[in-house]
């Protein structure tokens, strides 16, 4: 019998007993690698969104954790996640954001491809102006695509593709959220930012989900949105998060606002809620504009963050949408130190993982539970594979 | 066929399809070899296709009706 990686006993514990996830699920790259298949190919992770590609024929190469992908919208408007590699030689099809005109040419040999995978054409496969060969059957032969669900504009995927359906994996929050499933329209160029920091990406997703911190690492908050003003959001193997009723629209000199979502309700005036959808989207609703955060694992120790700003309406003030954006950059790179602290933290050795408050910090556990569970699950799986 | 392979090499080098499916169209038609003229107008429906150009329909039934292509 296999000896597991971690001893995860601990962290399944009550929020009052329990310790966070051992240095290993942060440092260790055997560790990294399990999660990657247990906590990101396996579920519904967010790769990037559909606003990368506007027009149909728009090609993006992306790669997910090592893994090549292209994110294209089909002749017909709909958004696919292929692997980018040809089913030939397993070159990569394309190397640099571009429209598709007509078909995915492979630079290597020529096999061609439809903007919905199908590979369409294999020159001299029977030898010089010979295309076809009764070997190389090309319906078993199109782009591996990858499963793939958009909702609020995120491209998710489930690599594994044994998930359950996205609308049924993500039902809840999509039932929390319901009055925001209105259209919402990305804000362009100016709307969009990355930040690379060194940490590992599940503490970004820590930090993100308590309000327990806000005070002492945004203290811009403090004037109008105190400590308890907030309340936290918990889904025990789904999400979690922290919400505030005091949300306040952000104004420019002539006292505009960004339009709101049309019908999302009274309720929304004053609330907003900021919620890490397992196992990689940060995601904020407001009742004028939302926001996406993917993290892109890139290591044991290193994640970009991909910022995404929305608005109800295609083309919001841009004076406004510049001071919004500046705004949460700030918010968010005043997270950076303690992502950053914290990651390093995790390299002093005989840390038990810490302890939570039991009152501010269940966001927090709540995911760490999520993680040890989808662990646990997975190392079961394998154990009863061997 | 000279300055055609001449033309050709430039339109590699420039990266334009538009001149490499016209290039190679009229390589296919220079030729007497039935198998030299499809490798060339393998080439020409290849960048059609790649480029979405309206040649393509008409250089894939020619192929098809010698037989190679799908």
Redesign the interface.
């Known amino acids: 019998m296999t000896q597991p990686l971690t001893d995860l006993g601990r962290v399944r514990a009550s929020v009052e007993q329990a310790n966070g996830l051992p240095n290993a699920h942060y440092i260790d790259p055997a560790v990294y690698e399990e999660e990657k298949h247990a906590l990101l190919f396996g579920q519904w992770a967010g790769l990037a969104v559909a606003a990368d590609v506007p027009e149909p024929g728009d090609a993006k190469p992306l790669e997910f954790l090592g893994m090549p992908l292209l994110l294209i919208r089909d002749k017909d408007g709909d958004v696919r996640v292929f692997q980018n590699i040809c089913r030939h030689r397993g070159m990569i099809l394309v190397e640099e954001p571009r429209k598709i005109e007509g078909a995915i040419r492979c630079p290597y040999h020529s096999w061609c491809y439809s903007t919905k995978g199908a590979l369409v054409s294999t020159p001299h496969v029977g030898g010089p102006g010979h295309n076809t060969h009764e070997s190389i059957r090309r319906d078993e032969l199109g782009l591996n695509e990858v499963r793939s669900h958009i909702w609020r504009d995120i491209v998710w995927i489930n690599v594994s593709g044994d998930a359950a359906p996205f609308d049924e994996a993500m039902s809840d929050l999509i039932a929390r959220w319901s009055e925001f499933d209105l259209p919402l329209y990305h804000g362009g160029h100016d709307s969009r930012f990355e930040l690379e920091v060194q940490t590992n990406w599940k503490l970004a997703i820590e930090n993100y989900c308590e309000s327990y911190h806000l005070p002492w690492v945004h203290p811009g908050l403090n004037s109008y949105s105190k400590l308890e003003d907030h309340y936290h959001i918990e889904k025990p193997g789904e999400y979690s998060g922290q919400g505030t009723m005091v949300y306040r629209q952000l104004t420019n000199e002539n006292g505009e606002k960004f339009p709101d979502f049309e019908d999302v309700g009274a309720k929304w005036n004053e609330q907003a809620e900021y919620i890490a959808a397992y196992p990689n989207v940060l995601l904020g609703v407001h009742r004028d504009h939302a926001f996406a955060i993917i993290l892109e694992p890139k290591g044991p120790e290193r994640t970009v963050e991909h910022i995404h700003l929305y608005y109800a309406v295609p083309r919001s003030d841009e004076g406004l949408r510049m001071r919004n954006t500046q705004l949460w950059k700030t918010v968010f790179e005043e997270d950076i130190f303690v992502v950053e602290g914290m990651q390093k933290g995790r390299h002093a050795t005989h840390f038990d993982g810490g302890r939570f408050s039991p009152v501010m910090d269940s966001p927090t556990h709540c995911f760490h539970d999520w993680v040890a569970g989808k662990v646990e699950a997975h190392r079961a799986m394998k154990q009863a594979a061997e | 066929m000279k300055d055609l392979d001449a033309n050709m090499i430039s339109a590699h080098e420039a990266g334009d399809r538009r001149a490499l499916i016209r290039l190679y169209a009229q390589a296919a038609d220079a030729v007497n070899d039935?198998?030299?003229?499809?490798?060339y107008?393998?080439?020409a429906?290849?960048f059609?296709?790649?480029?979405?150009?309206s040649e393509?329909q008409a250089l894939h039934a020619r192929?098809k009706a010698h037989g190679?292509?799908?």
């Open positions: 039935l198998d030299a003229s499809c490798f107008l393998t080439h429906y290849v059609a296709l790649e480029a979405g150009a393509a192929l190679r292509e799908a």
